[in-house]
């Protein structure tokens, strides 16, 4: 069953599915400027090259002249940049004379990109590398420096204020500042119309720092080099876009004191709540003893999930499948993680199993696809989360699950499923684009009272939505009723009730 293709005509009860009508990744024109525009249009100014026989004065005497903070400095066939911090630290630091050569105190090994490259690429590399600025070009051929300010200040002032407090932050107290920041940034970008996917990636790049920065604030020395931490559930698909609960693990290694690594899992958590990630009610996080331990102890609790595949269980592995590693060694996720893949079973009942929670609820859509809404307090709502991206989100999973894809997020593990020819292309553009809006428009509820209605969760109001919105909804729906026949059908899920 692992190798079938799973194609839309495979459940016989399903109608041949409409497109969602809702732009694909590779339809950029109609985003915000963040996607549409690239490096290019920000018409940079041609940038100062200097020999890097240069001397610290001359480069010095460029920048204030040209009031930069930043050149190019040229080497025969290669080149590097020199910053005003350089220069500082060469004059105050190491003492240099001003008649030094600048080549010594300059950066050679550049984090270059293309004039062609998206703003928003540019942007997620500088915040993923912890780097200002990118050189402009390719090999030999440079055009210029893009800073890290000046990119930010094209596209807006609350993710400018929210990365660099966090790169700034020496303090908890700085860190929370930061971090206060980025519900604003979030809702600057759901405002200019980027997709959720995409804020979900800058939103995860961001929270990565802040547990990096946090972790090195509070880790005894050395500890993160025996230690890594762990995000889960949302967040570690990379698709957490406002702030919730804390679903995070640690794993050490053999040489970790388990005194030290247990200090430091609550003395973490207590500062992530001061951080506004308040506790997980259902207790997945690293104070917990089942999810904070050394490899070895992952182990033996991954194979009794899978020996005792009780619903409690499979949901626990279903937590560890999505989770990301965010700071300390890395090494020590993945040696869990591939024991995982590696003991999986080869028994269909078993990834049956797995899958039957997508049966949980219920699509919100009735006879000639008319939308079923809540009665009660809850009049004229529909649950967003339930009826419509849980059912993808723990499909997808469990496809694979199946087939043993590492990535944890839904989209990336779409196209590895259509990559290896398990679900067809187009029907997983179809369901990429189902994902998108619903996810953007959970995203919109959380942030617009006028949807949300005084709801708790993820209810909608349907009645606040225009025309177009509803039929957008409407067709998102009905991939997800389609790709949850898909399912029924593949895992055969009819036979275990």
């Known amino acids: 069953m692992s190798n079938r293709r799973i194609k839309a005509t495979d459940a016989t009860s399903q109608q041949p599915l409409k497109r969602c009508i809702v732009d694909s990744e590779n339809t950029e024109n109609s985003d915000s400027p963040l996607l549409t525009s690239r490096i290019r249009d920000l018409h940079l100014t041609k940038p100062v090259i200097l020999d890097a026989t240069a001397t610290i004065r001359d480069a010095a005497a460029k920048m204030r002249a040209r009031r930069i903070d930043a050149i190019l400095v040229r080497d025969e066939t290669r080149h590097g940049v020199l910053t005003s911090a350089d220069i500082r630290d060469a004059l105050a630091l190491s003492e240099l004379p001003v008649d030094s050569p600048i080549g010594p105190i300059s950066t050679w090994k550049l984090v270059m990109a293309s004039p062609d490259e998206l703003l928003f690429k540019a942007l997620l590399t500088m915040t993923k590398r912890g780097i200002s600025r990118v050189v402009i070009g390719s090999g030999a051929h440079v055009v210029g420096i893009l800073g890290l300010t000046e990119l930010l200040s094209f596209l807006t002032n609350h993710a400018s204020l929210t990365i660099q407090r966090i790169l700034r932050a020496t303090t908890l107290a700085e860190l929370a500042d930061a971090t206060s920041h980025q519900p604003m940034m979030v809702e600057s970008l759901v405002t200019k119309g980027l997709k959720a996917r995409h804020i979900g990636r800058l939103v995860r790049e961001l929270d990565r720092q802040v547990y990096e920065k946090a972790a ?223 996810s953007a428009l959970r995203v919109r509820v959380k942030l617009d009272p006028h949807l949300k209605h005084g709801a708790e969760g993820d209810y909608l109001l349907i009645e606040n939505l225009g025309r177009l919105e509803k039929e957008y909804l409407r067709d998102s729906l009905v991939v997800v009723d389609g790709f949850k026949d898909l399912m029924i059908h593949h895992f055969r899920l009819r036979q275990l009730q």
């Open 216 to 438: 090195h604030l509070l880790a005894p020395p050395e500890l993160l080099d025996h230690v890594c931490l762990l995000v889960m559930g949302s967040e570690g698909r990379g698709e957490q876009i406002t702030k919730s609960d804390q679903d995070n693990a640690m794993i050490a290694d053999e040489s970790c004191p388990t005194e030290a690594y247990e200090a430091f899992a609550h003395a973490f958590t207590a500062a992530m709540a001061q951080l506004g990630y308040p506790p997980c009610p259902g207790n997945v996080m690293m104070t917990n003893p089942q999810w904070c331990g050394r490899v070895a102890d992952y182990e033996r609790l991954i194979l009794s999930w899978i020996r005792q595949p009780s619903p409690s269980n499979l949901m626990q592995l279903a937590i560890f499948f999505d989770a990301r590693p965010m700071a300390g060694r890395n090494i020590l996720f993945q040696r869990a993680r591939d024991f995982m893949l590696e003991n999986l079973p080869s028994d269909p009942s078993f990834y049956a199993h797995f899958a039957k929670p997508i049966l949980t609820f219920d699509t919100p859509l009735g006879f000639l696809n008319r939308f079923i809404v809540e009665k009660g307090n809850k009049q004229g709502q529909i649950d967003l989360k339930r009826g419509g991206v849980f059912p993808i989100v723990h499909g997808v999973r469990s496809l694979a699950l199946e087939h043993r894809i590492k990535d944890p997020n839904t989209i990336h593990r779409i196209r590895g499923l259509a990559r290896r020819g398990v679900l067809e292309s187009t029907f997983c553009t179809d369901l990429i684009d189902a994902f998108d809006f619903l």
